[in-house]
Nanobody, 123 residues
Framework: QVQLMESGGGLVQAGESLRLSCVAS????????MAWYRRAPGKERELVAE?????SASYADSVKGRFIISRDENTVFLQMNSLKPEDTAVYYC???????????????????WGQGTQVTVSS
C-alpha cells in the first residue's frame, strides 16, 4: 500500500517562506512523477508544480520565480518564497508511481494523494 505523508504547512505573513515535504512509502516504490497541487477556498484544485524523472520541473504561472520543487528519490519538496495571501490553500502531494505486491510481486501502477497540509498567508 502506497502512502504519502506531507509536512511543513503553517501560518506565515506575506513575503515569508515555507518549505513543504512529502514522503512516499510503499513496497519497492518508484515514483515516476511527483507533484504539488493546491485547493484554495471556493476554487478548484490546481497543479502548482511537477517534477518527472528525467525531465525538468514545471510550474503554474502564478508561482514561477517564487516556488521551487525538488526531489530526493521518493521525497518531494516545495520551497515557497515570497508568499502571497493568494497562495493560501490546502496543498496536496501527488505521486504517479509503481509499487509491487509484497505477496506475489505483481506491479501496481497508480496515482496517489497525501492528506493535505494547510498553508495560510496573512497580509
Amino acid at each position: 500500500q502506497v502512502q504519502l505523508m506531507e509536512s511543513g504547512g503553517g501560518l506565515v505573513q506575506a513575503g515569508e517562506s515555507l518549505r513543504l515535504s512529502c514522503v512516499a512509502s510503499g513496497f519497492r516504490l518508484s515514483a515516476r512523477a511527483m507533484a504539488w497541487y493546491r485547493r484554495a477556498p471556493g476554487k478548484e484544485r490546481e497543479l502548482v508544480a511537477e517534477i518527472r524523472t528525467g525531465t525538468s520541473a514545471s510550474y503554474a504561472d502564478s508561482v514561477k520565480g517564487r516556488f521551487i520543487i525538488s526531489r530526493d528519490e521518493n521525497t518531494v519538496f516545495l520551497q515557497m518564497n515570497s508568499l502571497k495571501p493568494e497562495d493560501t490553500a490546502v496543498y496536496y502531494c501527488n505521486a504517479d508511481a509503481i509499487s509491487y505486491n509484497p505477496y506475489d510481486d505483481s506491479p501496481i501502477v497508480g496515482r496517489y494523494w497525501g492528506q493535505g497540509t494547510q498553508v495560510t498567508v496573512s497580509s
